[in-house]
């Protein structure tokens, strides 16, 4: 069974140029790759970020 090889990976902006006309860009999928690598940003930005407020003291009261 013949098998074809995979194609070179393309960047995503590429895809979405104006004037693409590859099978990904006519199918939309450089839109969709810039947009899960935006939401995969903003997750990894919020869970690097520090705490918005300090977390509460838990020594034990006398």
Known sequence: MY??????????AEAARQDATGGV?????GH???AVA???GRAVTALAAPPASPAPDRKARP
């Open 3 to 12: 098998k074809r090889p995979p194609a070179a990976p393309r960047p995503a």
């Open 25 to 29: 860009a006519e199918s939309g999928l």
């Open 32 to 34: 969709d790759a810039k």
């Open 38 to 40: 935006s939401e995969v």
